[in-house]
């Protein structure tokens, strides 16, 4: 048996040696890697908004996000830990969360925001830090306007509010017959992004705006600008795609001024969830709402609204939860595709290989539809309904 002994010693020596002499992995990418050793979980950020009148919206999504990160379980080997940010549905709020985001350099990537007002400074902290970000709510047509408010690193999997604006338009116009419409917005990149692409799309139908203007974040009393648009037309049509706290204020207010009276109201996906319902009480029944359509179908969403309400005791409380699946999927599938992983199990991801991979993704099949990205981070497959406040409910009446 000792005949053996001196070769064995040998093998692992030489074993030793080979090992220490590996080359060591050197980051090239140009904007720098994450690296995550054996044992350490790969961590990512959201940053939706979770308190607040807006809260449906940004939990709903965080939700999304969540049953994302259960059903993948690992990315290659690691677990995933998720660290969860406000973005306050302001623009304040998304500066915050982005700055205290980019301090931390073991999080490779950030689904958010929930609200284009805090998408706008947030992409430009992200942008700057070489990291990226992919919004499953934003929909301001500015955001994905190089021209505009986008920045490199921005993405979003929600439609963009060219197309929303566009099938409001249609929908009143055509399918309500209305030809005098107003619309009032908060001074959001998403309202009033919005409110624009309907005005104009309702006048390129042959419709007339009768005015178009705004409300104050935060004001409570709309009446002067209510009786304003009165006194202008008064509109058939009154679109307002505001949040849920202004949204409650326009939508009671409305029945109280002169005018007014038999004008249809109509507002957006910023009020679509159950504390939008209690915000327009009684004076909502009947009112129109544009979002995207959730018709949804298949296996993946049967599971995934199985894990909602196992998980959180309801099912969906608002309108964006499958676009944050789709986005935390997205960006899992492209760091199991461009991380590099060492024997040990340490990997390590491009900042810049991971933002490729985002931009190229095609045919992307999500629960919201086959997703394919444009260079400044489209990458919906857009589809818009029109919901009616039926007895508490949003029923889904159009296409």
Not at 210 to 234: E, I
Request: charged share 20%; aromatic share 8%.
């Amino acid at each position: 048996m000792k005949r053996f002994l001196i070769p064995i010693f040998i093998i692992l020596l030489a074993g030793l040696i080979l090992g220490a002499c590996a080359p060591k992995y050197e980051c090239t990418d140009p904007l720098g890697c994450v690296t995550y050793a054996p044992g350490e979980p790969v961590r990512i950020a959201s940053a939706l908004v979770i308190s607040g009148p807006n809260t449906d919206l940004g939990v709903d999504s965080q939700h999304g996000v969540e049953i994302a990160m259960q059903f993948r379980g690992q990315l290659l080997g690691h677990d995933i830990e998720l660290q969860a940010e406000d973005d306050g549905c302001s623009a304040e709020g998304g500066q915050t969360a982005g700055q205290k985001i980019v301090s931390d350099p073991t999080i490779v990537a950030v689904v958010g925001t929930s609200c284009s007002g805090a998408g706008v400074p947030m992409s430009e902290v992200i942008s700057e830090a070489g990291y990226v970000m992919v919004s499953p709510s934003n929909t301001a047509p500015s955001l994905t306007n190089p021209d505009e408010a986008w920045k490199p690193g921005y993405l979003r999997t929600a439609h963009n509010d060219k197309v929303q604006g566009k099938a409001m338009a249609d929908f009143a116009y055509n399918e309500l017959g209305v030809r005098k419409a107003a619309a009032i917005h908060d001074g959001d990149p998403y309202t009033e992004g919005l409110a624009k692409v309907f005005a104009d799309s309702f006048e390129d139908l042959g419709g007339e705006i009768v005015m178009f203007t705004a409300v104050n974040k935060g004001d409570s009393d709309m009446r002067p600008v209510l009786a304003a648009v009165a006194a202008a037309g008064p509109p058939e049509f009154l679109y307002y795609p505001v949040f849920t706290a202004e949204g409650g204020f326009l939508t009671k207010q409305a029945k109280e001024v002169a005018g007014l009276e038999n004008t249809i109201l109509a507002a957006a996906d910023g009020m679509i969830s159950d504390a939008a319902i209690k915000a327009v009480g009684d004076a909502g029944e009947g009112m129109y709402f544009s979002g995207p359509d959730l018709s949804f179908s298949g296996d993946i969403y049967d599971k995934f609204l199985d894990a909602y309400e196992t998980n959180y005791g309801s099912m969906p409380i608002s309108v964006f939860h499958a676009h944050a699946f789709d986005a935390a999927n997205m960006i899992f599938d492209c760091i199991e595709e461009i991380a590099t992983q060492d024997k040990d199990g340490t990997i390590h991801i491009g900042r810049q290989a991971l933002r490729t991979c985002l931009y190229n993704t095609k045919d992307f099949q999500g629960i919201t539809g086959t997703l394919t990205c444009n260079q400044y981070g489209d990458c919906a497959d857009p589809k818009i309904s029109v919901s009616q406040l039926q007895n508490g409910a949003y029923v889904r009446i159009w296409p």
